[in-house]
């Protein structure tokens, strides 16, 4: 085998050991240690309830803001009292 099919070897196994760790999702940390990341199957209920809350945020904004909703908010909490 002469050099220049080793270095061609070399680099092939580079390569696919490479698109085999970003398949499998091998990464590394700050101190270029490898962790397998694995996502988590809560984060995707986690981020579709955030997003509900920042829904429900929205409308007690506009129900505070808005002129009439918070003439009508008040007379709600005084009846409440």
């Known amino acids: ?13 580079v390569m696919v050991s490479s698109v085999l760790k970003a398949r499998y999702g091998v990464t ?4 270029g ?4 990341y694995r996502p988590d199957p809560e984060a995707g209920r986690m981020k579709q309830e955030i997003t509900q809350l920042k829904e429900r945020i ?3 904004e506009r ?3 808005d002129d009439n909703g918070a003439r009508l908010l008040d007379r709600e909490i005084e009846k409440l009292r």
């Open 58 to 60: 929205a409308v007690l």
């Open 33 to 36: 240690n490898e962790v397998i």
């Open 1 to 13: 085998m002469n050099p220049f099919e080793m270095v061609v070897l070399i680099v092939g196994i």
């Open 63 to 65: 129900l505070a803001t």
């Open 28 to 31: 590394k940390d700050r101190n």
